[in-house]
Antibody
Framework: QVQLQESGPGLVKPSETLSLTCTVSSGAMNSYYWSWIRQPPGKGLEWIGYIYYSGSTNYNPSLKSRVTMSVDTSKNQFSLKLSSVTAADTAVYYC???????????WGQGTLVTVSS | DIQMTQSPSTLSASVGDRVTITCRASQSISSWLAWYQQKPGKAPKLLIYKASSLESGVPSRFSGSGSGTEFTLTISSPQPDDFATYYCQQHNSYPLTFGGGTKVEIK
């Protein structure tokens, strides 16, 4: 059964770049849309964007200027970079697999990233 | 962006009561609506997509209905494991957007 696992620093300083990687435990990454979603503590869910296995991307316009996603199918990994972070970017970040790019059918366990000096 | 509004934000119910959660979209999304369940400290779990299609493995006491701008999630006879927070999400257009959540508590 496919599982997703986020990894990366749990603490990032303001103005720096948040970097996370998601490892897909088994199975090919082909034909799926690999997504990132975040949830500030005690709040709702925000879609960050997706990267298709081929490398094409679709980002939330509210974050587009600061987001970069990449995929490495040989390592079964995809990654998120969010630049110029502020305290407002403090959240649990989930990596996920989306069917057709729109329905989130499989989620990682999530990782809390705190932005603080 | 399409705005998704859920009501109520909190709901108290007893085991076995019928529970209904409403989700409204700021514009028509046809039937492109999903529902997720989230328990504290855990990732959301997909329950329903395309308004009424039950995800594999989800108990049949969960059902969804609606189209256009108004949708409902019904739990016919909630079990103790069902007390959680529920989110709707439109999957009609990008950016994908979620409702604010409905917390279902035990009365």
């Amino acid at each position: 059964q496919v599982q997703l696992q986020e990894s990366g620093p749990g603490l990032v300083k303001p103005s720096e770049t948040l970097s996370l990687t998601c490892t897909v435990s088994s199975g090919a990454m082909n034909s799926y849309y690999w997504s990132w979603i975040r949830q500030p503590p005690g709040k709702g869910l925000e879609w960050i964007g997706y990267i298709y296995y081929s490398g094409s991307t679709n980002y939330n316009p509210s974050l587009k200027s600061r987001v970069t996603m990449s995929v490495d199918t040989s390592k079964n990994q995809f990654s998120l970079k969010l630049s110029s972070v502020t305290a407002a970017d403090t959240a649990v970040y989930y990596c996920a697999r989306a069917v057709g790019g729109t329905v989130i059918s499989l989620w990682g366990q999530g990782t809390l990233v705190t932005v603080s000096s | 962006d399409i705005q998704m509004t859920q009501s109520p934000s909190t709901l108290s119910a007893s085991v076995g009561d019928r529970v209904t959660i409403t989700c409204r979209a700021s514009q028509s999304i046809s039937s492109w609506l999903a529902w997720y369940q989230q328990k504290p400290g855990k990732a959301p779990k997909l329950l329903i997509y395309k308004a009424s299609s039950l995800e594999s493995g989800v108990p049949s006491r969960f059902s969804g209905s609606g189209s256009g701008t108004e949708f409902t999630l019904t739990i016919s006879s909630p079990q103790p494991d069902d007390f959680a927070t529920y989110y709707c999400q439109q999957h009609n257009s990008y950016p994908l957007t979620f409702g604010g959540g409905t917390k279902v508590e035990i009365k």
